[in-house]
């Protein structure tokens, strides 16, 4: 027989199991919002970036990742050397006639390009287009035999030394004032191609951090950032790939790398997808301005930054320098690392290889 305390206690029961079914509903729901994974793609910069990005609300993610790739269009709009009506292209068709004015953004993009070339005591440096040109021109990839240019060899010391009088970082006269860039040589250029993509990447992270989109991996071909965790509430894994795997006349000297990144860039140069092939042998396509020749010590760096900007530069910096000046630039930028082939790693870049 019931009595009216134990139909009071079955009726609390139901309660307590109902609102415990209600909060569970409701974690679950939670939990099932907070894991949606959003993905975008696009060409720009003439490369495949990918954006990845987790949050709640589908239509602002997807929102966020557009204004995303729209802000690294604009970059790319003006900074691109391959683009005829990019501001750096018109500066290049200028040189040697008159100062060309330029945004706001192209201006500070070279004042800063200047900076990081005199940190590193000119071993960045902007201005070496017309040496990348030179070395160039000379390579029989791409051509039929017929096109084959009859000098098909690396240049002379004395081509060299012609065209390194049109290379300088020194040379560059920037009016503040008008926000103009005047190169004064005819056949000077600027390129941006070792820096921009970093910072477009940046660009992209502060946009996408704008809309409401903390964590978030933007990728342009392998220049990264990854900021905060990802749907498992992890830091974002990055796997480097052994760039000898496809070839296998290369002595191996590296492995898969796994990294753990929260908050932090990361950016390779390698000569082992881009380089400039002469006569059958590879060089690399970072040139050391001083020499006006192809570094040949490093294969491949890996940089770990705090922005991805910084890792740009550093990877092609480090790439001219070596590893021991390396070490000793790395004292500037807090909190990066390297990893160079042949194989050296920095103090430090452990840290990003251990499971968090
Ligand atoms: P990255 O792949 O970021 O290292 O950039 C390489 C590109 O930067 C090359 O394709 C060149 O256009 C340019 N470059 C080559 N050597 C240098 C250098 N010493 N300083 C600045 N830019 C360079
Ligand atoms: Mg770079």
């Not at 796994?258 to 042998?281: C, F, M, P, W």
Request: proline share 5%; charged share 25%; glycine share 8%.
């Amino acid at each position: 027989m019931t009595t009216p305390n134990s139909r009071n206690q079955t009726l609390r029961s139901a309660i307590v199991v109902s609102i415990a079914l209600v909060l569970i509903f409701l974690v679950v729901l939670l939990v099932w919002q907070d894991s949606l994974t959003l993905e975008g793609e696009a060409r720009i910069m003439g490369i495949s970036i990918h954006i990845t990005a987790t949050g709640t609300n589908r239509d602002k993610i997807n929102e966020a990742i557009n204004v995303a790739f729209d802000r690294m269009r604009q970059i790319d709009q003006r900074m691109s050397d391959y683009r005829e009506d990019s501001e750096i292209s018109k500066i290049k068709r200028a040189a040697g006639k008159a100062p060309v004015a330029v945004s706001h953004e192209t201006f500070a993009m070279i004042q800063k390009a200047i900076e990081y070339s005199k940190q590193t005591d000119g071993a960045f440096d902007m201005t070496v287009r017309p040496l990348v040109a030179l070395w160039r021109d000379r390579t029989e990839e791409g051509k039929s035999p017929a096109q084959i240019p009859p000098n098909n060899a690396p240049p002379s010391e004395q081509e060299i030394l012609a065209t390194l009088r049109l290379v300088g970082y020194d040379k560059i006269v920037l009016d503040p004032a008008g926000q103009t860039v005047w190169l004064p040589e005819r056949g000077m250029s600027i390129d941006l191609g070792a820096i921009a993509k970093g910072y477009a990447v940046d660009e992209a992270i502060r946009v996408l951090r704008a809309h409401g989109v903390e964590n978030s991996l933007v990728n342009a071909g392998g220049d990264l950032y990854a900021a905060g965790i990802n749907e498992d509430g992890k830091p974002w894994t990055v796997l480097l790939r052994d760039p000898y795997e496809k070839d296998r006349s290369k002595i191996r000297v590296w492995k898969d790398l796994k990294l753990h990144l929260t908050d932090k860039a990361v950016t390779t140069s390698g000569n082992y997808e881009r380089y400039i092939l002469i006569g059958g042998q590879r060089f690399n396509h970072i040139l050391d301005p001083r020499t006006g020749r192809p570094v040949k010590a490093l294969d491949s760096v890996t940089v770990v930054a705090g922005s991805c900007l910084e890792a740009d530069v550093l990877s092609t910096v480090i790439t001219v320098v070596g590893v021991q000046s390396g070490l000793e630039l790395l004292k500037q930028f807090e909190g990066a690392s390297f990893y160079a082939i042949p194989e050296f790693q920095s103090p430090g870049f452990d840290r990003h290889l251990e499971e968090p």
